[in-house]
Structure formats: structure tokens, C-alpha cells
């Protein structure tokens, strides 16, 4: 009797923790720096929608934005520990998790167009990347585009004699470091969600962003001058804490890599469109003052900035710079 009262209690036991486990949803926490009226923001929101309409509540999807769970580098060793599952950080954030390869993107014009970067992001160098992230317990799934950067100041910055001494902050990246050191301004990492107070208090003078980012976060209402100057590209990589992922039953992760293709290519079609609105919208409100460079002026950036590819060789790796020169037809 008692045996097969215990056989009864086992087996209720197991059927409640069963009926628990198909009704709790998996919960992906993804956390973010940027606003979600951006292309960063709303390719988010677009995951966490097919997310859980393709595992049919399976999986719950919470997206945090604006640095409310995390900063820059903090965001990193959380998804690490697996305190969140999901970021997208900056391509220019991963060499404090000792991936400095990714700081190709940075180099100034490196891509003359989104042609030019898709045969990266989507040929054998930007695989290869995102293989760099697995021992770090790290995988990469996708790369979400922003676009390309301006530079603001509270001063004209014509030319790059115009720079000299500028605080100017930066992405944690060291081609970044050295940009701005081409440029004679003196370079502050500073993490995102820092950037708005600082120029404001004068902490620094200017900074670089795509107009998405820079007018999501008011930056023009603390910025007078800023110049289209296409110099440099912004984007993401799209990352999950690896034991998470590989933990995944099969079909969920099928249905989530779904999920991701589809939103990725949403998040890469709205990228120009909502810089060109912000863009639109800063020189709408006539706070900052944006200037086009002549073609002169187009080239004495490009002389100067150009030398940094050389000097950053052996941070970003003379293999990856000669496939992404390769890649690129160069
Ligand atoms: C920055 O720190 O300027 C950007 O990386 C923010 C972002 O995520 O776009």
C-alpha cells in the first residue's frame, strides 16, 4: 500500500512538473542602449514579435532599451553570465571582450557604400567574426545595420584642421582612438548612455553617431554644428549567450533563427530611411547647423584619415584586413 502510494505521489510529481514546463515560456531578456524609435530599437521589437508568433508562446521575448538594464560594457559581461540572453552591441564594443577583429568596421571609409558592407556582413569575413565570439561563450546570429556616421561639435568642423584639441567622445573601440587622433582631437571613451549630459556640460565637445542615434537622443538640442562627412560606419552584431542557445530544443531555435532572418532583413531595410528622417527632423528643428563638404574638402578627410588603416593593422589583424580588402575588391 504504501509502495503504491508513493508510485502515485511520483507520478503526480512528475505529470505537475511536466504540465509546469509546457506552460512557463522560455524568456529571452534583450537588452539594448539605444531608443526604440531606431533601427536597433525597432528591429528588436520585430524579433520579439516573430519570436513569439513562431514558437506560438514558447518563448517570451522582453526587450529593455536605453540602457535600462545595462550599459555598454556591463551589457557584455551580463549576457556572459547569462543575466540577459540577447544584445546587440555596437561593433565597435567588442574589443574589451578581446575580439578586436571587429574593429575593421571602424576603419574610416572602409565602405564606400552598403554594397560595399553587405559583402562583409554576409561573405567569409563576417562568418569568420562571429566564429571569434564561440570561446567566449558567445553566439553571433546576425548583423543589423545603423548607417553611416556624422560629427558634431559646438564649433564648424569644416576640415580636419578644425578639430585640433576637440574633446571628442567615442565607442570603446582603439581604431576610433586613433581616428581622432589623426584628426589632432583628443578621443574619450564614454559609454552611450553618457553622452547626451556630457556634451552638455561641456565633459566633451562632440561626438560621431548616425543621425538615428544622435537624434534620438537629442544630441542636436547640445550640439551647434555637425558635418555630413560619411567617414565611418555604425552597426551590430546580433548575439546570444551560447549555453542559452545551445540549450534551445531543436524546432524552438529552428522557429527563433526564423524569427532572426526575417527581422534582420526588416531591421537592414529601415536603416537609411530612419537616418534620413532624423536628419530630416535635426535640420528641421534648426539647433544644429549641418554642413555637406566640398569635394576638396571630402578629400583632406580622406588623406587624413586614410593612414590609420596602416596604423591599426596589427590591432584589427593583417589577415582580416587583407580578406576584407579582398572581399571588397581592393
Ligand atoms: C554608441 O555608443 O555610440 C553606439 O554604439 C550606440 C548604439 O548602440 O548604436
Same mark, same amino acid.
Do not use: C
Given at each position: 500500500?504504501?509502495?503504491?502510494?508513493?508510485?502515485?505521489?511520483?507520478?503526480?510529481?512528475?505529470?505537475?512538473?511536466?504540465?509546469?514546463?509546457?506552460?512557463?515560456?522560455?524568456?529571452?531578456?534583450?537588452?539594448?542602449?539605444?531608443?526604440?524609435?531606431?533601427?536597433?530599437?525597432?528591429?528588436?521589437?520585430?524579433?520579439?514579435?516573430?519570436?513569439?508568433?513562431?514558437?506560438?508562446?514558447?518563448?517570451?521575448?522582453?526587450?529593455?532599451?536605453?540602457? $535600462?538594464?545595462? =550599459?555598454?560594457? &556591463?551589457?557584455?559581461?551580463?549576457?556572459?553570465?547569462?543575466?540577459? !540572453?540577447?544584445? @546587440?552591441? /555596437?561593433?565597435?564594443?567588442?574589443?574589451?571582450?578581446?575580439?578586436?577583429?571587429?574593429?575593421?568596421?571602424?576603419?574610416?571609409?572602409?565602405?564606400?557604400?552598403?554594397?560595399?558592407?553587405?559583402?562583409?556582413?554576409?561573405?567569409?569575413?563576417?562568418?569568420?567574426?562571429?566564429?571569434?565570439?564561440?570561446?567566449?561563450?558567445?553566439?553571433?546570429?546576425?548583423?543589423?545595420?545603423?548607417?553611416?556616421?556624422?560629427?558634431?561639435?559646438?564649433?564648424?568642423?569644416?576640415?580636419?584642421?578644425?578639430?585640433?584639441?576637440?574633446?571628442?567622445?567615442? $565607442?570603446?573601440? =582603439?581604431?576610433? &582612438?586613433?581616428?581622432?587622433?589623426?584628426?589632432?582631437?583628443?578621443? !574619450?571613451?564614454? @559609454?552611450? /548612455?553618457?553622452?547626451?549630459?556630457?556634451?552638455?556640460?561641456?565633459?566633451?565637445?562632440?561626438?560621431?553617431?548616425?543621425?538615428?542615434?544622435?537624434?534620438?537622443?537629442?544630441?542636436?538640442?547640445?550640439?551647434?554644428?555637425?558635418?555630413?562627412?560619411?567617414?565611418?560606419?555604425?552597426?551590430?552584431?546580433?548575439?546570444?549567450?551560447?549555453?542559452?542557445?545551445?540549450?534551445?530544443?531543436?524546432?524552438?531555435?529552428?522557429?527563433?533563427?526564423?524569427?532572426?532572418?526575417?527581422?534582420?532583413?526588416?531591421?537592414?531595410?529601415?536603416?537609411?530611411?530612419?537616418?534620413?528622417?532624423?536628419?530630416?527632423?535635426?535640420?528641421?528643428?534648426?539647433?544644429?547647423?549641418?554642413?555637406?563638404?566640398?569635394?576638396?574638402?571630402?578629400?583632406?578627410?580622406?588623406?587624413?584619415?586614410?593612414?590609420?588603416?596602416?596604423?591599426?593593422?596589427?590591432?584589427?589583424?593583417?589577415?582580416?584586413?587583407?580578406?576584407?580588402?579582398?572581399?571588397?575588391?581592393?
Amino acid at each position: 500500500m504504501k509502495i503504491r502510494l508513493s508510485m502515485a505521489f511520483a507520478a503526480a510529481m512528475m505529470f505537475a512538473s511536466a504540465g509546469a514546463y509546457a506552460q512557463a515560456p522560455i524568456t529571452i531578456k534583450f537588452s539594448h542602449v539605444v531608443a526604440p524609435d531606431t533601427p536597433k530599437g525597432k528591429g528588436a521589437e520585430r524579433f520579439k514579435e516573430l519570436a513569439e508568433q513562431y514558437t506560438d508562446g514558447k518563448v517570451k521575448v522582453e526587450v529593455y532599451p536605453n540602457s $535600462q538594464l545595462y =550599459k555598454d560594457k &556591463e551589457e557584455l559581461e551580463a549576457l556572459q553570465l547569462g543575466a540577459v !540572453q540577447m544584445l @546587440a552591441p /555596437s561593433l565597435a564594443k567588442f574589443g574589451p571582450l578581446g575580439v578586436r577583429e571587429f574593429e575593421i568596421f571602424d576603419l574610416p571609409y572602409i565602405f564606400q557604400s552598403k554594397d560595399d558592407l553587405r559583402k562583409i556582413t554576409d561573405g567569409d569575413v563576417g562568418k569568420s567574426l562571429l566564429a571569434k565570439l564561440e570561446p567566449k561563450g558567445i553566439t553571433g546570429l546576425a548583423y543589423w545595420d545603423n548607417g553611416f556616421k556624422v560629427m558634431s561639435a559646438n564649433t564648424p568642423i569644416h576640415t580636419p584642421d578644425d578639430f585640433l584639441g576637440l574633446k571628442l567622445r567615442i $565607442q570603446s573601440s =582603439k581604431v576610433l &582612438e586613433a581616428q581622432m587622433k589623426a584628426l589632432d582631437a583628443v578621443p !574619450q571613451v564614454m @559609454a552611450f /548612455s553618457e553622452v547626451y549630459q556630457a556634451l552638455q556640460t561641456g565633459v566633451v565637445d562632440g561626438t560621431e553617431n548616425p543621425p538615428s542615434n544622435m537624434y534620438t537622443q537629442k544630441m542636436h538640442e547640445v550640439q551647434k554644428h555637425a558635418t555630413l562627412s560619411d567617414h565611418g560606419y555604425l552597426g551590430y552584431a546580433v548575439i546570444v549567450n551560447k549555453k542559452f542557445w545551445d540549450g534551445l530544443p531543436a524546432d524552438v531555435r529552428e522557429q527563433l533563427e526564423r524569427a532572426m532572418s526575417e527581422a534582420t532583413t526588416y531591421a537592414n531595410d529601415i536603416a537609411q530611411k530612419e537616418n534620413d528622417d532624423s536628419l530630416a527632423a535635426m535640420k528641421a528643428s534648426g539647433k544644429t547647423t549641418f554642413y555637406e563638404p566640398t569635394a576638396e574638402e571630402r578629400q583632406q578627410w580622406i588623406d587624413t584619415l586614410l593612414p590609420v588603416h596602416k596604423e591599426m593593422e596589427s590591432r584589427v589583424g593583417k589577415d582580416t584586413l587583407e580578406a576584407t580588402y579582398k572581399a571588397l575588391g581592393r
